[in-house]
């Protein structure tokens, strides 16, 4: 494409307005509980549990909700990581028993995701729903009075049976 000149030299035309795009909003993972989705067999769930400071904690229980918060906690050789762009998230989870990767997307306020697993030690991939949890009032370990209180979660609870044997 050939410019018309000007007495300085080559010029270019103006550059045309672009149209504005529709911004992305960046959704967080929540921080002040659990996600969960329902496991492989009834009365087993999997369980997410993201920190702000991108690491990242996942298991599969059939344990009570307070139990599965308290055992995930970052800690070597469990933990993990999660990276985020926009509404789309990445978690890399490792346990003693192996490695599991997720991938899909953030809902709403992160109240719900939407991922895909691959689970490396049994080569199973499956999508799921999760839910967020909350932890209510500092029942995060080392965090508030030590105390727990779940609200309705813990009314829910106590209404499900105890899946403890396998």
Not at 134 to 147: D, E, I, K, T
């Amino acid at each position: 494409m050939v410019f018309p000149q000007n007495p300085q030299g080559w010029s270019m035309p103006p550059l045309p307005a672009l149209p504005s795009l529709p911004r992305v909003a960046q959704v967080a993972p929540r921080f002040d509980g659990l996600y969960v989705a329902a496991g492989p067999e009834p009365g087993w769930n999997f369980y997410l549990r993201f920190f702000s400071h991108g690491s990242a904690c996942g298991t599969t229980s059939n344990q009570s909700l307070p139990a599965v918060a308290e055992m995930l906690v970052p800690r070597p050789p469990v933990g993990g990581h999660y990276r985020i762009a926009g509404q789309q998230i990445t978690v890399s989870s490792t346990s003693q028993h192996g490695q599991v990767d997720y991938w899909g997307e953030l809902r709403g306020d992160g109240l719900e995701m939407r991922l895909t697993q691959r689970d490396s030690r049994h080569g199973v991939e499956r999508f799921d729903v999760w839910q967020f949890l909350p932890l209510m009032f500092g029942s995060a370990p080392g965090v508030g009075n030590g105390r727990t209180r779940w609200g309705r979660w813990g009314r829910w609870l106590r209404t499900q049976p105890d899946n403890t044997r396998r």
